[in-house]
């Protein structure tokens, strides 16, 4: 479903990804685990157009999509919940989902998404008239997970969602992301540093090390490999 080959991608002289190499098959949670400053982050911002590999393809159905600009790409279907969620503060949450949808044009059917998020997120639904900006930080993950949805993603990338919450959001935002892939099929491409949480909810996972892969295997395999528990597991 989604390729991506040898991409290397620089910030300037810097280069922050070297070869990099993944595949994520239709349905799959697959997640990529690594220390702060591996390069992480920047192979989603690769995958969406935003830092462009400099070398390297980016395959989604077949098709080439590391040309694209990055709109181009969310209306392909490839859509990413940022690191730190970066939602519109000054905006309220109806405001924020809407915002989601900007790209759809049929009305009926973001209804019918709409509702499914509130479903998901009943807080957000209390709030849906309080600005983004006022509600706390799970809620806020809820709600840049939710706006993402809005743009009804095939694949849905997701960058660091345990981020600064509290073990019990942690613990049902994951159990969230698990529902969105089994009720809709949507495919997750999870950036996690908390590598325990997302291991075992992910069904294959890839170890990043300054910019390269180093490892790829079932994420129940990765949970038990003594390099991993070692260096990212604290075992």
Same mark, same amino acid.
């Given at each position: 479903m989604l390729k991506i080959k040898n991409i290397q991608t620089f910030y300037g002289n810097?280069?922050? #990804?070297?070869? =990099?190499?993944?595949?994520?098959?239709?349905?799959?949670?697959v997640t990529l685990?690594?220390?702060?400053?591996?390069?992480?982050?920047?192979?989603?911002?690769?995958?969406?157009?935003?830092?462009? !590999?400099?070398?390297?393809e980016i395959f989604f159905d077949g098709n080439p999509i590391h040309g694209l600009p990055a709109e181009k790409i969310v209306q392909q279907g490839i859509v990413q919940v940022p690191e730190g969620r970066r939602i519109f503060p000054d905006m309220t949450v109806f405001e924020n989902l809407e915002m989601g949808a900007f790209l759809r044009k049929n009305k009926q059917l973001v209804q019918q998404d #709409?509702?499914?998020?509130?479903?998901?997120? !009943?807080?957000?639904?209390?709030?849906?008239?309080?600005l983004g900006g006022t509600l706390s930080g799970g809620e806020q993950q809820m709600l840049a997970i939710s706006r993402a949805l809005m743009a009804r993603p095939r694949v849905l990338l997701l960058d660091e969602p345990s981020l600064g919450l509290a073990p019990l959001i942690i613990k049902q935002i994951f159990e969230i992301i698990r529902q969105i892939n089994k009720e809709s099929n949507t495919t997750i491409f999870l950036v996690e540093q908390n590598a325990n949480q997302a291991l075992k909810l992910a069904d294959r996972g890839y170890v990043m090390e300054n910019g390269r892969i180093t490892l790829v295997d079932?994420?129940?395999? #990765?949970? =038990?490999?003594?390099?991993?528990?070692?260096?990212?597991l604290g075992i």
């Amino acid at each position: 479903m989604l390729k991506i080959k040898n991409i290397q991608t620089f910030y300037g002289n810097i280069q922050a #990804l070297k070869d =990099v190499s993944i595949e994520i098959n239709e349905g799959e949670i697959v997640t990529l685990i690594g220390a702060n400053g591996a390069g992480k982050t920047t192979t989603l911002m690769s995958i969406c157009g935003i830092t462009p !590999p400099r070398t390297g393809e980016i395959f989604f159905d077949g098709n080439p999509i590391h040309g694209l600009p990055a709109e181009k790409i969310v209306q392909q279907g490839i859509v990413q919940v940022p690191e730190g969620r970066r939602i519109f503060p000054d905006m309220t949450v109806f405001e924020n989902l809407e915002m989601g949808a900007f790209l759809r044009k049929n009305k009926q059917l973001v209804q019918q998404d #709409l509702n499914y998020v509130m479903t998901l997120f !009943p807080i957000l639904e209390k709030r849906r008239n309080q600005l983004g900006g006022t509600l706390s930080g799970g809620e806020q993950q809820m709600l840049a997970i939710s706006r993402a949805l809005m743009a009804r993603p095939r694949v849905l990338l997701l960058d660091e969602p345990s981020l600064g919450l509290a073990p019990l959001i942690i613990k049902q935002i994951f159990e969230i992301i698990r529902q969105i892939n089994k009720e809709s099929n949507t495919t997750i491409f999870l950036v996690e540093q908390n590598a325990n949480q997302a291991l075992k909810l992910a069904d294959r996972g890839y170890v990043m090390e300054n910019g390269r892969i180093t490892l790829v295997d079932a994420a129940e395999k #990765l949970l =038990v490999n003594d390099e991993v528990r070692k260096a990212y597991l604290g075992i």
